[in-house]
């Protein structure tokens, strides 16, 4: 998967099973333009960026309006074929919010073009022409020959000024994997490699006090390998002048350029904070207890997230974060542990609460004046991210890796702060927007995030304890703090007792989604509450999955196994931990009544149980049924014994 | 090695994707001329195609040697093993 960040633009999702439906439909559209943008928005092959392509170009031609798009005109020169390029430089440019109408011509006419005044790119009054050119273009065969071959690039670039008046987007070369003397290339004025260097510095230097954009293209054939993204075979075939494979990269490359030449460039980054800037989720496992330190295997990813925030926000990106926490809890880990290279000053805004995040980063751009297309958010979890993608489109949401080691790498390669200048403005604008992790009061709910839910396809299942569930059970009673009615702590032969125990009912629950199985995420156990009512000792879940209605599921089982088994009532019970605060009223909110205790409350197992609103499966009780008690299965062997 | 009826349903899948016509069959005895749209930038984009989708590389020599989808299945079948 990592090896294919680039080649596969892994920080897009995959093109959705309705793609070519999608794109046939758009033309019925009142607005095609968001619907457009919002298809290329995944990582895309070579036939579904040409189909947006031809899409762009029929909607073009029967004079639709692409709104909210910003049309650009570009024409398209190079030395190699360009058909394959060309529908992806229009495909990409709509993820950048770019409707492109590209301006080709034959293949091998590029200098007559720049040459002829009256020739169709001269004429055309593009925005910017691309110069596609590469080592083969230019004369770079004798020694000191990158003089002669720079003035030719200047003296294109002088006639398609004065001749079309459009921007030049010029490219540095990639330098071919064979050598010819060996490492002294970088030093023997005559070796190519020498040759390639010398012409890339001076073309970027020639570029400055011009309009001109520098397209980095030895950069990215660097980072991709030399030997991928030149292909001999491509190249003889069909005269591509790189590996076909990488079209979509570079098209994605030009995509941000233009956006960068209009201003459409990504200004803000919201963080999540739990597994994405520190491992472990800091509510329940304490700020000692998170991965952030120096020279730590695992900590040191989420350092590296935490440099590149920092990097970003010196070169002027505005820093936010968006977490489901408490904002004390939170907080704690800016100011007090000593690890953190992130601090609440670097930060403008800081909603940590347990509202829904589409909410909070609405407010984050009103409190900004940021429109919600300057936003990128960064998450670990795929459910959150799903949100934002659905409920706030404009919001640029990577795709993360399972591996940690690549946020930052991943993040960087997306690529949405492309900026074609540095000025001072930039570097004044993260103080401009300084608050000093200021909270933001939310306003009203941005969307239906129920219904998102509901079209996650979850299923929940229930099971007593067992000898297999036994040590995440453990864990999670020994480890949770936040969603835990009573912090009751229990040891692993204790939590075996109660596999055992006829009067006490027990709960492992485990839920599954589309995006696979969230594990075990909530665990309860009821002892006898004479005459005839359980009383919940133990109810915890998952702060992963708070908000999907697991509370109701839960509940609901009980309500019908309490029936089941005689039980009238329920008998619940808040035990204030200091860290517990966001359940204080779990039980009110559930319909329990107050009891005459403080902090207990009861439910007559009588009302009506909560509507399922996912699938229900229990799988133990099945097979208890058909085969009597499950024997006690051997013990898997440990990794290292 | 691969079988010749899976190369078949996933040489139809990709053309299908690249020619952008739903109702393409491959036969043994296709050739470029029987199907709208393969002309020779098409062709390209198909034997790219076919490297990525088998994993195989298709010299210039073999892919001027092939006269139909038959021969081009039977590269891709020995290139596979």
Redesign the interface.
């Known amino acids: 998967m990592i090896g294919n960040l680039f080649e596969e633009l892994a920080w897009l999702p995959a093109a959705p099973a309705d793609f070519k439906e999608r794109v046939r439909a758009v033309h019925r559209l009142e607005a095609p333009g968001r619907e457009l943008r919002a298809l290329a928005t995944h990582a895309l092959g070579?036939?579904n960026l040409?189909?947006l392509a031809d899409a762009v170009g029929r909607l073009s031609a029967s004079g639709a309006t692409l709104a909210p798009l910003t049309p650009f005109k570009l024409g398209v020169l190079g030395n190699g074929?360009l058909?394959?390029i060309v529908p992806a430089l229009i495909a990409s440019a709509l993820r950048h919010g770019i409707a492109l109408q590209c301006v080709t011509v034959p293949y091998g006419l590029y200098a007559q073009q720049i040459l002829d005044p009256k020739s169709l790119i001269n004429r055309s009054k593009c925005d910017a022409v691309l110069l596609a050119l590469d080592a083969r273009a230019l004369p770079l065969q004798a020694e000191a020959s990158a003089p002669v071959a720079i003035d030719m690039v200047d003296g294109f670039r002088e006639n398609l000024h004065r001749h079309s008046g459009a921007t030049c987007i010029v490219q540095t070369l990639a330098a071919f994997p064979e050598a010819l003397f060996g490492s002294a290339d970088r030093r023997i004025t005559a070796a190519p490699r020498n040759l390639v260097d010398t012409f890339n510095r001076e073309l970027i230097a020639r570029l400055d006090g011009t309009p001109d954009i520098v397209f980095d293209v030895a950069a990215l054939a660097e980072t991709i390998g030399l030997a991928r993204w030149h292909c001999p075979?491509?190249w003889?075939?069909?005269k591509?002048p790189f590996a076909?494979?990488y079209v979509p990269i570079y098209a994605d490359h030009v995509g941000r350029l233009l956006a960068a030449m209009r201003s459409k460039s990504r200004r803000c980054l919201v963080l999540d904070l739990d597994n994405t800037l520190w491992g472990g989720v800091v509510g329940d496992d304490g700020m000692e207890g998170i991965e952030i330190a120096e020279g730590h295997a695992v900590g040191e990813g989420f350092r590296a997230v935490q440099r590149l925030a920092l990097d970003l926000r010196r070169r002027g990106i505005v820093l936010a974060v968006s977490s489901k926490n408490d904002d004390a809890v939170a907080r704690r880990v800016f100011r007090e542990h000593p690890e953190m290279l992130l601090r609440e000053n670097h930060l403008a805004v800081f909603q940590a609460n347990w509202n829904d995040k589409a909410t909070n980063i609405k407010a984050i751009s009103e409190e900004l004046s940021l429109g919600l297309d300057s936003f990128v958010f960064l998450d670990d979890n795929p459910v959150e991210r799903g949100i934002i993608r659905q409920m706030l489109p404009d919001v640029a949401v990577p795709e993360l890796p399972a591996d940690p080691a690549y946020y930052a790498r991943t993040l960087a390669a997306a690529g949405y702060f492309e900026s074609t200048t540095f000025s001072d403005e930039d570097r004044q604008r993260a103080a401009f927007y300084e608050r000093n992790a200021q909270r933001v009061a939310l306003k009203n709910s941005v969307g239906d995030v129920e219904a998102y839910y509901a079209s996650l396809d979850m299923e929940i299942h229930f099971a007593p304890f067992d000898q297999i569930g036994r040590s995440r059970i453990v864990q999670l009673i020994n480890k949770s703090n936040q969603f835990n009615l009573t912090t009751r702590r229990y040891s692993e032969a204790e939590v075996a007792a109660l596999e055992q125990d006829p009067d006490c009912f027990t709960l492992q629950v485990r839920l599954t989604d589309v995006f696979g199985d969230n594990g075990m995420i909530s665990v309860v156990i009821c002892r006898p509450d004479p005459p005839g009512g359980w009383a919940i000792d133990t109810w915890l879940m998952s702060c992963r999955v708070l908000g999907r209605s697991v509370e109701q599921m839960v509940l609901r089982e009980l309500i019908l196994r309490a029936r089941e088994r005689g039980i009238s009532r329920l008998v619940g019970c808040y035990i204030a931990s200091g860290r517990n605060d966001m359940v204080k009223d779990h039980y009110a909110k559930l319909g329990f009544a107050a009891g005459d205790r403080e902090d207990v409350w009861i439910l007559d197992v009588a009302v009506p149980e909560p509507a399922p609103t996912m699938r229900i499966s229990r799988p133990h009780q099945a097979k208890q049924k058909l085969s009597g008690p499950v024997p006690s299965q051997k013990q898997a062997p440990a990794l290292a014994s | 090695m691969l079988s010749t009826d899976n190369v078949y349903e996933r040489l139809n899948k990709l053309f299908r994707?690249?020619l952008?016509d739903d109702g393409l069959v491959l036969r043994q005895d296709t050739v470029a001329k029987d199907v709208e749209g393969w002309d020779?930038?098409a062709n390209?984009?198909l034997?790219?195609?076919v490297e990525?989708e088998f994993g195989v590389?298709l010299?210039?020599g073999q892919?001027q040697a092939l006269r139909n989808v038959g021969d081009l299945v039977s590269v891709i079948v020995k290139g596979s093993a």
Do not use: E, K
Request: aromatic letters at 0%; glycine letters at 4%.
């Open positions: 070579a036939p040409r189909r074929t058909d394959l075979a491509q003889n075939l069909a591509l076909d494979t | 994707d690249v952008d020779s930038m390209v984009q034997m790219l195609g990525r590389h010299s210039a892919m």
